[in-house]
């Protein structure tokens, strides 16, 4: 069965300021949401992560009563610390875990921390697996999994980055967020998807031309094919729509959420309608 979700970061505009702290709460952005017909959401780290324990609880009995679900909880580690910085960050992830119990959430998505396969040293490296290792061991004592996203600057930014590291971590609760290396070649996307595929259970999916936010239909990498690839080699995770035209503002002020969530209920639909063009109706949203 394949869920689609939308992410809470399209939500928010202050994803794009230095300190990212959130320009919204979380249960702001839940009944518009909701009533733009989404029913699941992968929240931005941002929109819980500096809240207190009563109002993750409070976002849960708001979310229950709107019929919206949580799976996913995002998240952006930096592994390769020691000392007091990998306790400050360690206990950082604890506290998501806690609160994704809370939200009923199954999954967390990393970061697969903050440097470049290219960048990092040996030592940083080793230090970056262990990191993971104890992260993903926590996770499993909450029955969580944990996926890595492909992405530039981190240590799965390349398919053969991404397999080193998860064969050097090797824990069964490590699986692939798979985000396109770039958002304009549409086969290397569906070739580079194809490589990971058996441990993908996680698509995140933002639609640009021209290196600017666009709807999926528009967008220079053609999301159809790349949805089609998904069905024709049985993907049945997640399918995020994580950013959408009309989510970067200069100002926070000119932030207009009926209109992000407008565009993002067209991803939606196109993802929907591509989906039933390539011959599956086992999708939920």
Not at 181 to 193: N, P, S
Request: net charge negative; proline share 2%.
């Amino acid at each position: 069965m394949i869920h689609i979700l939308l992410n809470s970061i399209a939500l928010d505009p202050n994803r794009w300021t230095a300190d990212k702290r959130a320009y919204f709460q979380l249960d702001q952005l839940l009944d518009p949401v909701a009533k733009a017909g989404f029913r699941f959401i992968e929240v931005w780290q941002d929109h819980v992560s500096r809240a207190a324990e009563s109002e993750i609880k409070k976002y849960g009995k708001i979310a229950n009563s709107l019929g919206l679900r949580f799976p996913v909880i995002g998240m952006y580690p930096s592994l390769h610390l020691r000392g007091r910085g990998r306790q400050d960050e360690l206990d950082r992830i604890k506290r998501l875990l806690n609160y994704a119990k809370l939200l009923e959430s199954g999954l967390l998505k990393a970061f697969v921390g903050v440097q470049g396969s290219a960048q990092i040293t040996d030592s940083e490296y080793q230090r970056s697996v262990e990191f993971m290792q104890e992260t993903l061991e926590l996770a499993a004592s909450y029955n969580l999994a944990v996926t890595g996203e492909t992405h530039p600057d981190t240590l799965f930014d390349s398919v053969d980055s991404c397999r080193e590291f998860m064969k050097a971590v090797n824990l069964e609760n490590f699986m692939v967020c798979f985000q396109p290396f770039d958002f304009y070649d549409t086969e290397k996307a569906i070739g580079d998807y194809r490589m990971l595929a058996d441990d993908v259970v996680h698509i995140h999916y933002q639609g640009q031309k021209n290196g600017k936010m666009a709807l999926l239909k528009d967008s220079d990498l053609d999301y159809g094919k790349l949805t089609a690839a998904l069905v024709e080699g049985g993907f049945s995770g997640k399918i995020c729509i994580e950013f959408v035209k009309d989510c970067v503002v200069q100002d926070p002020k000119d932030f207009n959420v009926k209109k992000v969530l407008e565009n993002a209920v067209q991803d939606r639909d196109f993802v929907v309608n591509v989906l039933k063009e390539a011959g599956t109706v086992d999708f939920i949203y």
